[in-house]
């Protein structure tokens, strides 16, 4: 039989459509790395670990949620 979905592949495709633009000016190796980046600081993973193990509030997490996707972003997308 054929290989099992992956779990999360639906945000995998959303974030490579979402950096479409960009996309030519990152080399592969990169995209991969910002992708898979991306991919592990968002979502249902990273709120249960910023509320249940960093004990932040739900607001909280929600904030840096954003502000390590906006320094992710900020880091792979910066000029060299």
């Known amino acids: 039989g054929g290989e099992a979905p992956r779990r999360g592949a639906r945000r995998v495709a959303m974030f490579?459509?979402?950096?479409g633009d960009v996309?030519?000016?990152l080399?592969?190796?990169r995209l991969?790395?910002?992708?898979g980046a991306?991919?592990?600081a968002t979502g249902t993973e990273?709120?249960?670990a910023l509320t249940d193990i960093a004990r932040l509030s739900p607001d909280q997490?929600?904030?840096a949620v954003r502000e390590t996707?906006?320094?992710l972003l900020d880091w792979f997308l910066a000029a060299p």
């Open 23 to 25: 996309r030519p000016a």
């Open 46 to 48: 990273a709120m249960i």
């Open 32 to 35: 991969a790395l910002l992708v």
């Open 38 to 40: 991306l991919s592990a």
């Open 27 to 29: 080399p592969a190796d």
């Open 61 to 63: 997490a929600r904030q």
């Open 16 to 19: 490579r459509q979402a950096l």
């Open 69 to 71: 996707t906006e320094a």
